[in-house]
C-alpha cells in the first residue's frame, strides 16, 4: 500500500519557470509533511516543511501548498534554477509515541534547462 | 547546524564479509536514528528505528539478524550488514531526529554509503 503518491515521476523545466511537483496521501493521521531534495550520491536534503494547521508556506524560491480536504499538498519551485535540477521526494510522518516514521514518495526528476 | 555525518562514504569488499556504518549527529543529540536503504532510481525504503539505549525497531521483511544495528549513545548509531552478499549491494542513508526540535520532527540526512560487494 502506497501511502504517499507522488506525481509527475519526472518534470523538465525551462530556466526562469516554475516546477510544480505534487503528493496525495492516504493516512488522514500524518502532521508533519516535508521536502527533501536529492543530488546524485547524496543524501536527502530537508527543503521546507508544513503542518496542517497552515495551508501555505513559503521560503525564499519554495512553496508548499496543502489541502488538508483533499489530502494533497505540492511544492512549487519559483523561478527554477539549473542548479535545482534532482530529484524530489515529498513525505509524511505523524508525531507521537514511536512513530516519526517518514514514508517518502517515489520521488520526481527535476531538470531545468539553461 | 543539525549535521549528520556518515562513515563510510563508499565501501566495496568480499562477499561474506561484515562491513559497519557509523551514523553520528555532529552539533545535536538524537535519541531516535533511522536507517534507510536506497536502489538506483527508488525512493527510500526504511529498514529500521534506532533508539539510543534500545534495540532497534525493524521494518517488516528486514533480517534483524542480518541487518544489526546499535544505538550505544546520543550521538551516534551503527548498522552492521553481516556475512554481506552482492544482493546486499545498495546506497545505505541514515538519518536523525532533532531531539529538542521533536515536536515539529525533522530529520537530518546523512550523505549515505554506498556499498558495493562483489
Known amino acids: 500500500q502506497q501511502q504517499v503518491k507522488q506525481s509527475p515521476q519526472s518534470l523538465i523545466v525551462q530556466k526562469g519557470g516554475i516546477s510544480i511537483i505534487n503528493c496525495a496521501y492516504e493516512?488522514?493521521?500524518?502532521?508533519?509533511f516535508p521536502w527533501y531534495q536529492q543530488f546524485p550520491g547524496k543524501g536527502p536534503a530537508l527543503l521546507i516543511a508544513?503542518?496542517?494547521?497552515?495551508s501555505e508556506k513559503k521560503e525564499g524560491r519554495f512553496t508548499i501548498s496543502f489541502n488538508k480536504s483533499a489530502k494533497q499538498f505540492s511544492l512549487h519551485i519559483m523561478d527554477s534554477q539549473p542548479g535545482d535540477s534532482a530529484t524530489y521526494f515529498c513525505?509524511?510522518?505523524?508525531?507521537?509515541?514511536?512513530?516519526?516514521?517518514?514514508?517518502f514518495g517515489k520521488g520526481t526528476l527535476l531538470t531545468v534547462n539553461p | 547546524g543539525a549535521v549528520v555525518s556518515q562513515h563510510p562514504s563508499w565501501v566495496i569488499c568480499k562477499s561474506g564479509t561484515s562491513v559497519k556504518i557509523e551514523c553520528r549527529s555532529l552539533d545535536f543529540q538524537a535519541t531516535t536514528m533511522f536507517w534507510y536503504r536506497q536502489f538506483p532510481k527508488q525512493s527510500l525504503m526504511l529498514m529500521a528505528t534506532s533508539n539510543e539505549g534500545s534495540k532497534a525497531t525493524y521494518e517488516q521483511g528486514v533480517e534483524k539478524d542480518k541487518f544489526l544495528i546499535n544505538h550505544a549513545s546520543l550521538t551516534l548509531s551503527t548498522l552492521t550488514v553481516t556475512s554481506a552478499h552482492p544482493e546486499d549491494s545498495s546506497f545505505y542513508i541514515c538519518?536523525?531526529?532533532?531531539?529538542?526540535?521533536?515536536?515539529?520532527?525533522?530529520?537530518?540526512f546523512g550523505d549515505g554509503t554506498r556499498l558495493s560487494i562483489l
Open positions: 513525505a509524511a510522518s505523524k508525531s507521537g509515541g514511536s512513530n516519526y516514521k517518514l514514508t
Open positions: 493516512n488522514t493521521a500524518f502532521d508533519y
Open positions: 538519518s536523525a531526529l532533532l531531539e529538542w526540535d521533536r515536536k515539529n520532527q525533522p530529520q537530518h
Open positions: 508544513i503542518r496542517p494547521d497552515v
